[in-house]
């Protein structure tokens, strides 16, 4: 430990809660406005799934795209990252100082302080606030780049010559010292903040100074702040211009800041780990310390766990798409490590919940909140996963079979454990390890590159640079009027999405609604000012900006234009929209307080709604839900709405917001009768427009997560009399006899006895069968072979041969069967083995695949039985006496 270390926890020793407050306090007495953290799932980004920086949050700022309420902000921002320069999800854990879910202590400036300040109020945070001791930090700077045509940032470098000797500033290039948003956007210079926390033995034994060893992944010399000068935009064609605007963007790791400030070496040491460490600890009977491979799992789960669990507070929950797919993706690793190292076979992440509540619920109160739908995903989750790490094994069992000889299990084979049964590949190579195999990495690699590039490929998207007419903001007027004359075209631009060009139009004023909060974005058409009529066939909201899909670009892109919304379309919307705002107020009469909105999505034709609830609804429940939603529509509720209010209003009309949702400071607020809440969306002027609402579906989507689907008005009519003509059908069949369900019912009742008789009859038969079978028994090689190479039509098919097996293989002894005849045109195998030659070794299932070689097929089964199918009857004599062969060992 260092004597700057040492020195701190003596004398100023900072708990995570009070580093985190030092330093919004600090850029609150500058100036600036202390703003809470978004939500780590993004929403209505089509270019983002998670908050990966502080930055995202202002993302329309640093456009242009949207006007600043302040131009001076902080906050501590929870991040998410599994890709990128620094952030490999496999490899975290395996350091101590890199994360998924992180904090970001920040602070912007919008067009007002630039460098000298940023980089001044860097240094007297970290060295007068902090204590940080000077001589162990350093700074990089960027040295400039030829290939954009851009110098040496001497002015950062000006500014921290006035705090540090200059061997303490180094140059980086391009790859560490310029940050860009993306391909294209704002970008700028950066400098970066690194401190050597290294013990003076460790300095003095590896002879390097700490400025040899900045950005060289030495884990005792870190960033720990990030200051980037926003002062370009990249373009399409990748060159530079000026931005009017020069911004400031700061990142800080708040879990690296920690580890410093506590004289630690290791964030995980840090009080932001220690407590979630020792409860891990406490489940799995392991010491955080005993070993590498158990402090490895413990620093994953100690990590993933925070994501998880945040990423389901905002309103994500693991799936198989998307950014759901991630959060599934990083739960079964925590499981898959804590199973492979700790020896956790049963759900175990569900029971970190409350010690993640206590370390961070002050800080982030929604984890609090909703506490109990957090551990039942994952305990669904968890047990989901343990389920497919079973069958895995079972699989690779068959995987080593197959590979007896080779001792090696194929790329393709540990690509589909991988692709289809969510079987990680480092644990295909740790079970194959343990019984001698290896795995051919190098194929399994190719397949996922293959994978990865037709999934690239799929989701290719080329953005042309924006084409700017006018200066000025977009603004949507769609609430009053779906039509307006008039409007500018401010910019356009030609995007590439799956192959498909589109073409991007943005007004000054629209009625469009753009895709957003689960509605879909509106249709309708464009008439130029030349006459020119132009289909509009989706509406999106991206960066602020309301953005008109259309077939064509205009002709003429001056003068004005009317847009003109498909008002027939909007109207279903807007009732569909308006229906959930109902069926939202009485699920909550009805099933209790805990229901909360976890989802929805409305379009014109129909509308699901999720929330939160844990059982499914009785069909009772679900006509009680239907009668209150349509009295509360006959009662023709008029919509009353405060367009600007501020939160405090609206907290005051008790308006529901939803968690994970970002709301600004004015908010408009959505009544129907006693239903209040939070939204952007379309709405009808009252609740007799919807006309009638009935479900069409009630299904689980996650472990306290149900999911209604409905239609309303012409949609509801249509599906009622759907069912009533399905209802007067079924009725028909039954000579329209009034007690339908009685007559089903006898039916249902009929049937089941008749089937109960024939299951009789086929044990009969299998039984006579059997005995004909024990009758063509012969000795060979010192086992009593039954071989049966036709099955007769009046035998019934090989379903009878396999009953009949069954009930031999208990009665016999030292007795095999074995078929290899034709049944439907098809070669068949079956083989079976008695109780006491499994119990002698024998198994079918791996002796019937040699023989299924020759009928050019495959099978398997249990020891004891197993069949096989092919496609080559002529090799039915030779599989046949391959089976003879395995079951008398004469190979």
Same mark, same amino acid.
């Given at each position: 430990?260092?004597?700057?270390?040492?020195?701190?926890?003596?004398?100023?020793?900072?708990?995570?809660?009070?580093?985190?407050?030092?330093?919004?306090?600090?850029?609150?007495?500058?100036?600036?406005?202390?703003?809470?953290?978004?939500?780590?799932?993004?929403?209505?980004?089509?270019?983002?799934?998670?908050?990966?920086?502080?930055?995202?949050?202002?993302?329309?700022?640093?456009?242009?795209?949207?006007?600043?309420?302040?131009?001076?902000?902080?906050?501590?921002?929870?991040?998410?990252?599994?890709?990128?320069?620094?952030?490999?999800?496999?490899?975290?854990?395996?350091?101590?100082?890199?994360?998924?879910?992180?904090?970001?202590?920040?602070?912007?400036?919008?067009?007002?302080?630039?460098?000298?300040?940023?980089?001044?109020?860097?240094?007297?945070?970290?060295?007068?606030?902090?204590?940080?001791?000077?001589?162990?930090?350093?700074?990089?700077?960027?040295?400039?780049?030829?290939?954009?045509?851009?110098?040496?940032?001497?002015?950062?470098?000006?500014?921290?010559?006035?705090?540090?000797?200059?061997?303490?500033?180094?140059?980086?290039?391009?790859?560490?010292?310029?940050?860009?948003?993306?391909?294209?956007?704002?970008?700028?210079?950066?400098?970066?903040?690194?401190?050597?926390?290294?013990?003076?033995?460790?300095?003095?034994?590896?002879?390097?100074?700490?400025?040899?060893?900045?950005?060289?992944?030495?884990?005792?010399?870190?960033?720990?702040?990030?200051?980037?000068?926003?002062?370009?935009?990249?373009?399409?064609?990748?060159?530079?211009?000026?931005?009017?605007?020069?911004?400031?963007?700061?990142?800080?790791?708040?879990?690296?800041?920690?580890?410093?400030?506590?004289?630690?070496?290791?964030?995980?040491?840090?009080?932001?780990?220690?407590?979630?460490?020792?409860?891990?600890?406490?489940?799995?009977?392991?010491?955080?310390?005993?070993?590498?491979?158990?402090?490895?799992?413990?620093?994953?789960?100690?990590?993933?766990?925070?994501?998880?669990?945040?990423?389901?507070?905002?309103?994500?929950?693991?799936?198989?798409?998307?950014?759901?797919?991630?959060?599934?993706?990083?739960?079964?690793?925590?499981?898959?490590?804590?199973?492979?190292?700790?020896?956790?076979?049963?759900?175990?992440?569900?029971?970190?919940?409350?010690?993640?509540?206590?370390?961070?619920?002050?800080?982030?109160?929604?984890?609090?909140?909703?506490?109990?739908?957090?551990?039942?995903?994952?305990?669904?989750?968890?047990?989901?996963?343990?389920?497919?790490?079973?069958?895995?094994?079972?699989?690779?069992?068959?995987?080593?079979?197959?590979?007896?000889?080779?001792?090696?299990?194929?790329?393709? &084979?540990?690509?589909?454990? =991988?692709?289809?049964? +969510?079987?990680?590949?480092?644990? /295909?190579?740790? %079970?194959? *390890?343990?019984? @001698?195999?290896?795995?051919?990495?190098?194929?399994?690699?190719?397949?996922?590159?293959?994978?990865?590039?037709?999934?690239?490929?799929?989701?290719?998207?080329?953005?042309?640079?924006?084409?700017?007419?006018?200066?000025?903001?977009?603004?949507?007027?769609?609430?009053?009027?779906?039509?307006?004359?008039?409007?500018?075209?401010?910019?356009?631009?030609?995007?590439?999405?799956?192959?498909?060009?589109?073409?991007?139009?943005?007004? &000054?004023?629209?009625?469009? =609604?753009?895709?957003? +909060?689960?509605?879909?974005?509106? /249709?309708?058409? %464009?008439? *130029?000012?030349? @006459?020119?009529?132009?289909?509009?066939?989706?509406?999106?909201?991206?960066?602020?900006?309301?953005?008109?899909?259309?077939?064509?670009?205009?002709?003429?892109?001056?003068?004005?234009?009317?847009?003109?919304?498909?008002?027939?379309?909007?109207?279903?919307?807007?009732?569909?929209?308006?229906?959930?705002?109902?069926?939202?107020?009485?699920?909550?009469?009805?099933?209790?307080?805990?229901?909360?909105?976890?989802?929805?999505?409305?379009?014109?034709?129909?509308?699901?709604?999720?929330?939160?609830?844990?059982?499914?609804?009785?069909?009772?429940?679900?006509?009680?839900?239907?009668?209150?939603?349509?009295?509360?529509?006959?009662?023709?509720?008029?919509?009353?709405?405060?367009?600007?209010?501020?939160?405090?209003?609206?907290?005051?009309?008790?308006?529901?917001?939803?968690?994970?949702?970002?709301?600004?400071?004015?908010?408009?607020?959505?009544?129907?009768?006693?239903?209040?809440?939070?939204?952007?969306?379309?709405?009808?002027?009252?609740?007799?427009?919807?006309?009638?609402?009935?479900?069409?579906?009630?299904?689980?989507?996650?472990?306290?997560?149900?999911?209604?689907?409905?239609?309303?008005?012409?949609?509801?009519?249509?599906?009622?009399?759907?069912?009533?003509?399905?209802?007067?059908?079924?009725?028909?069949?039954?000579?329209?006899?009034?007690?339908?369900?009685?007559?089903?019912?006898?039916?249902?009742?009929?049937?089941?006895?008749?089937?109960?008789?024939?299951?009789?009859?086929?044990?009969?038969?299998?039984?006579?069968?059997?005995?004909?079978?024990?009758?063509?028994?012969?000795?060979?090689?010192?086992?009593?072979?039954?071989?049966?190479?036709?099955?007769?039509?009046?035998?019934?098919?090989?379903?009878?041969?396999?009953?009949?097996?069954?009930?031999?293989?208990?009665?016999?002894?030292?007795?095999?069967?074995?078929?290899?005849?034709?049944?439907?045109?098809?070669?068949?195998?079956?083989?079976?083995?008695?109780?006491?030659?499994?119990?002698?070794?024998?198994?079918?299932?791996?002796?019937?695949?040699?023989?299924?070689?020759?009928?050019?097929?495959?099978?398997?089964?249990?020891?004891?039985?197993?069949?096989?199918?092919?496609?080559?009857?002529?090799?039915?004599?030779?599989?046949?006496?391959?089976?003879?062969?395995?079951?008398?060992?004469?190979?």
């Amino acid at each position: 430990m260092s004597k700057f270390a040492v020195r701190l926890l003596a004398e100023l020793y900072m708990t995570s809660k009070e580093i985190r407050q030092k330093f919004l306090d600090f850029f609150a007495e500058k100036g600036h406005t202390v703003v809470p953290s978004a939500p780590m799932v993004v929403k209505d980004d089509p270019t983002l799934m998670f908050t990966n920086a502080g930055m995202n949050q202002f993302k329309d700022i640093f456009l242009g795209n949207a006007k600043t309420k302040f131009k001076r902000a902080a906050d501590s921002q929870k991040c998410l990252r599994v890709s990128g320069k620094h952030n490999d999800l496999e490899e975290v854990g395996h350091d101590t100082y890199h994360h998924t879910m992180f904090e970001m202590l920040g602070n912007w400036s919008f067009g007002d302080y630039f460098k000298t300040e940023a980089i001044d109020w860097a240094w007297e945070l970290l060295t007068e606030v902090y204590k940080i001791d000077k001589n162990l930090l350093y700074a990089t700077v960027f040295e400039g780049s030829p290939e954009d045509g851009t110098e040496m940032d001497m002015e950062a470098k000006q500014a921290w010559l006035k705090h540090m000797p200059e061997d303490h500033i180094v140059l980086g290039n391009k790859h560490d010292n310029f940050w860009e948003m993306g391909d294209t956007g704002p970008c700028g210079p950066c400098s970066e903040i690194h401190i050597d926390i290294r013990t003076p033995e460790e300095k003095a034994a590896s002879g390097l100074s700490g400025r040899e060893l900045v950005n060289q992944s030495d884990p005792h010399v870190i960033e720990i702040w990030n200051i980037v000068f926003m002062q370009y935009m990249r373009m399409a064609d990748g060159h530079l211009e000026n931005l009017p605007a020069k911004n400031i963007d700061t990142g800080m790791g708040f879990e690296r800041l920690c580890a410093v400030l506590q004289g630690k070496n290791s964030n995980y040491d840090s009080d932001v780990f220690t407590a979630m460490l020792a409860k891990i600890g406490e489940l799995s009977g392991h010491r955080y310390g005993e070993s590498d491979d158990t402090d490895v799992a413990m620093r994953v789960i100690a990590d993933h766990i925070r994501t998880i669990c945040f990423s389901i507070a905002d309103g994500q929950l693991p799936s198989n798409v998307k950014a759901g797919y991630v959060i599934r993706r990083i739960l079964r690793r925590a499981v898959r490590y804590g199973y492979t190292f700790l020896g956790l076979n049963e759900p175990f992440l569900c029971k970190l919940v409350p010690q993640l509540i206590s370390d961070m619920g002050e800080a982030y109160p929604e984890l609090a909140k909703q506490q109990k739908l957090i551990e039942n995903v994952i305990r669904e989750e968890e047990m989901a996963f343990l389920r497919t790490l079973d069958r895995g094994i079972k699989l690779m069992d068959e995987c080593m079979e197959r590979a007896a000889d080779s001792k090696l299990i194929s790329g393709q &084979d540990a690509f589909k454990l =991988y692709d289809t049964y +969510g079987f990680p590949i480092d644990l /295909t190579e740790l %079970i194959a *390890a343990e019984h @001698g195999f290896k795995v051919d990495l190098d194929s399994f690699n190719e397949n996922l590159k293959q994978q990865k590039d037709r999934a690239r490929n799929a989701t290719a998207n080329e953005f042309g640079d924006w084409t700017e007419y006018l200066e000025g903001e977009s603004e949507f007027v769609g609430y009053d009027n779906t039509s307006v004359s008039g409007a500018k075209l401010l910019r356009s631009r030609t995007v590439v999405q799956k192959n498909r060009q589109m073409l991007q139009l943005v007004f &000054d004023r629209t009625p469009f =609604y753009g895709e957003m +909060g689960g509605e879909v974005g509106d /249709t309708g058409f %464009i008439v *130029a000012a030349d @006459g020119e009529k132009i289909n509009i066939i989706n509406t999106l909201k991206e960066n602020g900006l309301t953005v008109h899909i259309a077939e064509k670009m205009p002709a003429c892109c001056t003068g004005e234009f009317e847009l003109v919304v498909d008002a027939a379309r909007r109207a279903r919307i807007a009732c569909n929209h308006s229906c959930t705002h109902l069926l939202d107020q009485v699920l909550r009469e009805t099933l209790g307080e805990h229901v909360e909105q976890k989802g929805s999505y409305v379009s014109d034709g129909y509308f699901r709604f999720d929330f939160s609830h844990f059982e499914k609804l009785s069909n009772e429940q679900i006509r009680d839900i239907e009668h209150k939603v349509n009295s509360l529509i006959r009662k023709n509720l008029a919509l009353e709405e405060m367009r600007n209010a501020t939160m405090e209003q609206a907290k005051e009309m008790g308006a529901i917001a939803l968690f994970g949702e970002k709301y600004g400071d004015r908010v408009r607020v959505v009544k129907f009768g006693d239903s209040v809440e939070l939204c952007g969306g379309c709405h009808t002027c009252a609740t007799g427009n919807i006309g009638y609402f009935q479900i069409t579906g009630e299904t689980a989507i996650a472990a306290g997560v149900r999911r209604i689907e409905a239609v309303t008005g012409e949609a509801a009519e249509l599906y009622s009399e759907a069912a009533q003509e399905t209802l007067r059908t079924a009725r028909a069949f039954f000579n329209n006899i009034p007690d339908l369900a009685g007559a089903i019912q006898k039916l249902i009742s009929e049937n089941a006895e008749y089937k109960k008789q024939a299951e009789a009859f086929a044990k009969q038969k299998a039984a006579q069968f059997a005995k004909e079978l024990s009758a063509m028994g012969k000795e060979i090689g010192g086992v009593n072979i039954i071989a049966v190479n036709k099955i007769a039509e009046e035998e019934g098919n090989p379903a009878l041969l396999r009953d009949a097996a069954l009930l031999m293989q208990k009665e016999l002894k030292n007795t095999a069967i074995a078929g290899a005849f034709v049944a439907d045109g098809k070669p068949q195998l079956l083989l079976m083995y008695s109780e006491d030659l499994v119990a002698a070794g024998k198994n079918a299932g791996k002796d019937i695949r040699d023989a299924a070689k020759f009928i050019q097929g495959g099978g398997g089964g249990q020891p004891g039985l197993a069949t096989a199918g092919g496609k080559n009857p002529d090799g039915i004599k030779d599989a046949l006496e391959a089976l003879i062969a395995k079951a008398t060992g004469r190979n």
